[in-house]
């Protein structure tokens, strides 16, 4: 949808998609995943503009139902029904627990990173996520060329400590701490 704009303004397609972080996800099967926190401009009945924040919009949340059958409470003396052969039989069940999985549906492809990538707002975040190392935190990115690496190579780099020594100070040491 196109908005009024005015003298000089290049006029907005609407909505407008705003990538703020781009997350390489790799699972404990070793499957790697994008996920995303976007914002998105769009307008209201009045034509104001209004934001809309989405975190993971990559990932949702997969119904998985226990069914446990029950009789059927209905009359009907269908004979189809009763028939022991007949493959489609009439049955009722009803739902006794459900349990929620995280379906990823962008896998990582250069193709949709660099989708994702043309989206982004002028100060973006890049961070890798290693869902097999357990409550680790994420780690960030600075650079794009090196988000591009391969996950396990970036893993390493990210978890390794890095130490520089201040030398401005002399370590401290002074001759009279010796003698």
């Known amino acids: ?53 989405f975190v993971y919009p990559e990932i949702y949340d997969k119904s998985n139902f226990s069914y446990q059958p029950i009789e059927s409470k209905s009359k009907d003396n269908n004979p189809i029904d009763n028939d022991p052969n007949n493959p489609f039989p009439k049955f009722e069940r009803m739902a006794t627990s459900v349990v929620y999985t995280k379906e990823h549906i962008l896998p990582l492809t250069l193709e949709d990173l660099d989708q994702l990538w043309t989206l982004r707002r002028p100060r973006i975040s890049l961070s890798i996520k290693n869902e097999s190392a357990g409550d680790s935190p994420d780690r960030g990115i600075e650079r794009y060329e090196d988000f591009k690496k391969p996950f396990d190579e970036l893993w390493e780099w990210a978890i390794t400590p890095r130490f520089s020594l201040d030398r401005s100070v002399k370590d401290q040491l002074q001759e009279r701490q010796y003698g």
């Open 1 to 53: 949808m196109l908005a009024d704009f005015k003298d000089g303004e290049t006029p907005k397609n609407y909505p407008v998609k705003e990538v703020d972080t781009i997350i390489n996800i790799k699972k404990a099967d070793g499957a790697e995943w994008l996920g995303s926190t976007q914002t998105w401009t769009g307008l209201d009945r009045y034509g104001n503009e209004m934001n809309k924040s």
